[in-house]
């Protein structure tokens, strides 16, 4: 059967069932001279790239590491110093080897940050840290180029313990003696168990009107009898320690 355009209905209905994407994909093959281009137009970006590659216009850029193998050591990272003392804080430089450890104590700046309690040496003898007569916390800061550190510091008051004994002034022996002759020179000596903060100050008092001021008081006793003294002492962060001894001197 045919329509007004003289086509067969067979055909018509052929035309129109076909899917236009069917029709586009069929894509013609190429042939001759032109698929020859093609292929050398590959051949050539391929070997342009390896060139490009081996010339070393194609790199990953090496971020560079610099001082990975060093650290900044400071001794002591903590310091507990007694009143009226001193101490040094060092830094160093420190590479992976022990032996190739650097002092730049020198070259670092240094900061108290409360002067009341310690001052820190920036000028003629760095990092020298000096406890002043009061107790407390605070903390001393070391700045090298960029790096800050600070260290922690404690200022305690220093133990004093004393105790006291007599000795021959012609014979000294550490024991120290319990009996004594009337007329015998005897020494009365202090003996500092814990030390407190250097240096001291002395008082002895006792029987038959001994008083010195010295750090050894000397006395002899023209009288028999029990010969009792009592020894004071004070440090220079003001602690205060005390001891009573005695000896009986017979005739």
């Known amino acids: 059967m045919e329509n007004n355009m003289g086509i067969p209905s067979e055909e ?14 069929e894509e013609p093959e190429e042939k001759g001279p032109g698929k020859i281009i093609t292929i050398v137009t590959i051949l050539v970006v391929i070997a342009l790239g390896i060139y ?19 650290i900044l050591v400071i001794e002591p990272r903590e310091l507990t110093i007694d009143m009226n003392n001193s101490a040094q804080i060092r830094v160093y430089i420190q590479g992976a080897d022990i032996e190739s450890r650097e002092e730049i104590t020198d070259q670092a700046e240094w900061y108290s940050s ?3 309690i310690v001052t820190v ?58 009996t004594a002759q009337t007329g015998e020179a005897i020494d009365w000596m202090g003996s500092y168990i814990e030390i407190g903060s250097p240096h001291y100050d002395y008082k002895w ?5 001994l008083n010195d001021d010295s750090a050894i008081a000397e006395k002899t006793y023209m009288t028999p009898g029990l010969k009792q003294v009592h020894f004071w002492t004070k440090d220079t962060a003001g602690t205060i320690a005390e001891a009573d001894c005695s000896i009986t001197i017979i005739k």
């Open 12 to 25: 018509v209905d052929t035309i129109i069932s076909s899917k236009p994407e069917e029709i586009l994909s």
């Open 52 to 70: 490009f590659w081996k010339s070393g216009c194609f790199t990953t850029p090496v971020e560079t590491i610099t001082n990975v193998d060093t």
């Open 114 to 116: 409360n002067l009341s």
């Open 121 to 178: 040496g920036n000028t003629s003898v760095k990092g020298q840290v000096v406890s002043r007569d009061e107790e407390g916390e605070t903390f001393i800061t070391m700045i090298y180029g960029d790096q800050i550190e600070t260290i922690p510091v404690v200022v305690k008051r220093a133990g004093l313990k004393v105790e006291c004994y007599p000795v021959l002034a012609e014979k000294w022996t550490e024991e120290g003696i319990k």
């Open 205 to 209: 008092t006792g029987t038959n009107g």
